[in-house]
């Protein structure tokens, strides 16, 4: 008989190994992709895929139950991507301060490439863009809920803040994705004749629209 997720957290607070295990098969996808999603970067996923799970361990006895155990593991996983998020962007600008070059010098170079410009036209690649553009507590907002289907109260449970905090961030991050977008529905919109903006929309799963 498979164990539910509070047998499991019960079990793992009277220190069976096991039930961890458990946890983390179960749950490891989810959190890999979460970090991924926030961070953007293979490494630093993989480094919040182990710290998560190391924290629920070491924290595991702190945990009240009073939520459900999935939500208490996507807080640590935000937390622990936007800290990850912070640290790499540190890195970069010393980095950056070393060797006399900015990074937004070398986004501008980036964009005046033409081929890689013309590589971005793909509907994908601009959603990935314009989401990478938010800033991360909007970003977080919009993987949580258009990504990962969760909804106002669990979002504001596992970001600590008001709903309306959520619902406001959300609308913000909708409304800068629609501007952000806005290029992509015109070019596509000239080059195919029964183009409609609803079919970034069928795509995104409402993300963009």
């Not at 919040?48 to 945990?63: E, G, R, T």
């Not at 406001?168 to 992509?184: D, I, T």
């Amino acid at each position: 008989m498979e164990r539910t997720e509070s047998i499991l957290v019960a079990d793992l607070c009277d220190g069976d190994m096991t039930a961890l295990a458990i946890l983390v098969n179960r749950h490891k996808d989810l959190v890999y992709r979460v970090a991924m999603q926030i961070t953007k970067n293979a490494d630093d996923a993989s480094d919040v895929l182990q710290d998560a799970f190391l924290k629920v361990y070491n924290s595991i006895n702190a945990f009240r139950q009073e939520s459900a155990f999935e939500t208490w593991l996507y807080r640590i996983v935000v937390n622990l991507s936007i800290d990850a998020v912070k640290k790499r962007k540190r890195q970069q600008e010393s980095m950056a301060s070393l060797s006399g070059v900015s990074d937004v010098h070398q986004s501008r170079d980036a964009q005046q490439d033409p081929t890689r410009q013309a590589e971005r036209n793909e509907l994908q690649e601009w959603v990935t863009q314009a989401v990478n553009s938010l800033s991360i507590k909007h970003r977080s907002v919009v993987i949580l809920h258009e990504l990962e289907g969760l909804s106002h109260p669990q979002i504001a449970e596992i970001l600590d803040c008001s709903e309306g905090t959520v619902r406001s961030r959300l609308h913000y991050a909708r409304k800068r994705l629609r501007v952000l977008l806005a290029p992509y529905i015109d070019v596509k919109g000239k080059q195919e004749k029964n183009f409609k903006p609803s079919k970034i929309k069928q795509i995104c799963g409402q993300l963009c629209l």
